[in-house]
């Protein structure tokens, strides 16, 4: 494990999306801690405020502190992402190690399917699941679980190819084990790592999603601190105060970039040979 | 020994190489001294791992970056490579040096004619135009016994088969009589008979063109046969270095003596030689055919005709309680196909009789089955999961056919019987050895005590040494438990050692069944004979 996080950090890439990453986790564990300001506090003698020593952000259009709702809202915003892609991913590495290990006709009826569900646009696909189930944060979580689900399978599906292959899951067959012992025991560990680089930088992805169909309306509702939402709410002030666009907006960016260098550190870091 | 320096093209001096890696530095090679003349073949010989590859790297100046040269030099013709510049580097490789290698599937590059491939190396080195190239290619294939020379130019890689493309290979090494060719076990991806007429080839070639070989090998056997003077390698040290007979007949290292004793002699028989003879067989396989491939959905509907490709034909064959009985054939001879046929892994038409019940496809082979029939895989890294301990692995066939009481207990005495350390189980497959890890794979096939083990090739992946501890302990466990051995293997000279009868296999079809001690006796079918004179004999008589 030591070894593995040496590795980790030996490249640029991994260094510093490991110190993003560790930056946003801070901020989504100990957020409300760190916050100056209640979020939602409205100061009507202080609105579209620069930075200063009292808000190190600005405020925005109501006088909330920035900087302060940004806290609040890492927990909202980068939880619900990462859990989003985590149920997607587990739902896609299910599905497409599955469809690998059947082979055959079942296979092709998987795949199929699934390159269907995949010549939807992601986010139109999200909006029309939120759409169906109603406008609220876990439809919208659900909303991209689903989304991303088939493009999981289709990766998996192609590394688990090469491990239906190998000898224990022959020795497997042979002495008679089940398809779902063969599937989550002999299979999926050995098609982890690849995943788990794709998921990484699905996470960024995911909060660039979420954010979308906040600033759409249709994720979190206002008052919120959802970074996505605020950006949408700071779009018709933002000729009075270009901060209140630009904070959210670069928060999101910090946790997309940071995502993906560490997704990049952790497909060198997990494959030793290069 | 001064005049053979004098006359050495290439001459390597206390060479030493270092990789350096993660986990600090190892040393490849250490203080590595050799010579060949003009005209000699040197045959460079040691297990995996023993430092040859890297040392024919050395000698190609193609090093990965984290190779450091310690010490030493390596003369051609006297002069240094190391002290070239990388196009000095390139002019030599494939004028006066070139490489044979293990698999010419891989060597060649897939996307061009083989003729293009060969000619290129002309056109570089020897400033020959297109066309004289060409012709030059033509005969150059002719000189290597090609058969249609004019239309091998023209084939791509996939169009030829594995001798075919191994004699392209050849022919482009020696294009530009170079002085020194370095053969990299250039006939362990090919078929016995295959082998054996690139081995005759290249003694051929060699005495036609006296040109200095390095011939490097696992294969005692095949050495022997090549080279003049050997020398043995051992983790990066030269153990002991002669002419053929010194190191075969006397050896003075123990490493060299071991190394010989490990290599199978079939007169030295390890069973009883008779065959045990039941009144019913343990096994009856009865005109077992398997096809490959299913019938393209289109296909089914528009009823046009779909050609399967055929693994068995009609195999028949019966194997008797404690009976050990060998399966001989080339790679492609569907060894392998009945062996996943009697294992469930394949579907197959024909009917199986095991313990007088028959089995006509994959719904009959219910868990009884299973646990009496069990199957050893070639390659011990792809047999065991790598995401798994070794306990985990070893619980499952306790766990599956019963009896999963005391599991710690019963998976030390698994481990103990095949002279594995319990403590082995708290470990993952990847901190083994090879051999220990085809002990591991033994010991989980032995688990639930089956009346027959289906061992596919499961020495063919490991060093002779390792060859021989895994057959003792095999032949042991099967004196114990008289089990019965379906032993699949390409390796004649071991096969007589240990089988009780033989089956020969070719394309499918099952040539004959003879007793092990009459299969070198006349009568035997064409191709059997065929099979066992191409069989390199075994080392002390070569001498």
Known sequence: ?274 | MTDNTKNAVLDVRNYSLDYKTANGTFHALKDISLEIARGEILGLVGESGSGKTSLAWSIMRYLPGNARETSGKILLSGEDLAQKSSSEIENMRGKRISMVFQDPSTSLNPTLSLGSQLSEVLVRHRGLTRKQAWSEGEAMLARVGLKTPAAMMHRMPHEASGGEKQRVVIATAFACNPECIIFDEPTTALDVITSRQILDLFVELQAETGVASLYISHDLALVSRTAGRVAVIRRGELVEQGSVGEIFTTPRQDYTRELIAAVPDPRRRLVAGQVPTDAQPLVRVEDVSVHYGRKPFLAALTGRKHERVTGNRAVSLSVNQGEILGIVGESGSGKSTLAKAMTGLNPFEGKIWFDGRPITGLKDMNTVYRKDVQIIFQHPDASLNPRQRIGEILSRPLKLYGDAANLDQQIGDMLEQVRLPRTHASRYPHQLSGGEKQRVAIARAFASRPKLVICDEITSALDVSVQASIVQLLLELQKAGNTAYLFITHDLNLIRQIAHRIAVMYRGDLIEIAPADQIDSPQRADYTRRLLDAVPPPVGSAA
């Open chain 1, 1 to 274: 494990m030591i070894e593995f996080l040496k590795r980790l950090l030996r490249t640029p890439q991994g260094a510093i999306g490991v110190t993003l990453v560790a930056l946003v986790l801070v901020a989504v564990v100990l957020g409300p801690t760190l916050a100056p300001h209640d979020p939602e506090a409205l100061s009507p003698l202080a609105r579209y405020k620069g930075p200063s020593t009292a808000f190190w952000l600005g405020t925005d259009q109501y006088g909330r502190d920035i900087f302060s709702r940004l806290l609040i809202g890492a927990r909202a915003t980068v939880t619900m992402a990462v859990f989003a892609t985590i149920v997607g991913t587990l739902i896609g590495a299910i599905v497409g190690t599955a469809s690998a290990f059947m082979g055959g006709r079942a296979d092709e009826f998987i795949m199929r399917t699934i390159d269907a569900v995949m010549s939807i646009p992601s986010l139109l696909f999200a909006l029309l699941i939120v759409n169906l189930l109603g406008s609220s944060t876990i439809n919208a979580l659900v909303a991209v679980a689903i989304a991303f689900a088939p493009g999981m399978a289709r990766i998996t599906r192609s590394v688990a190819l090469a491990v239906r292959k190998q000898d224990y899951v022959n020795a497997a067959i042979a002495r008679g084990e089940g398809s779902s012992y063969i599937v989550m025991r002999e299979m999926l560990p050995n098609v982890i790592a690849p995943i788990v680089v794709e998921m990484t930088i699905r996470v960024s992805f995911a909060v660039m999603l979420f954010a979308t169909l906040s600033f759409l309306g249709l994720g979190a509702q206002p008052p919120a601190a959802e970074w996505g939402l605020m950006v949408s709410e700071a779009r018709r002030y933002m000729h009075l105060s270009a901060g209140i666009l630009i904070w959210p907006s670069a928060a999101i960016a910090i946790v997309a970039v940071g995502f993906n260098l560490l997704g990049d550190g952790l497909r060198d870091a997990l494959n030793p040979r290069t």
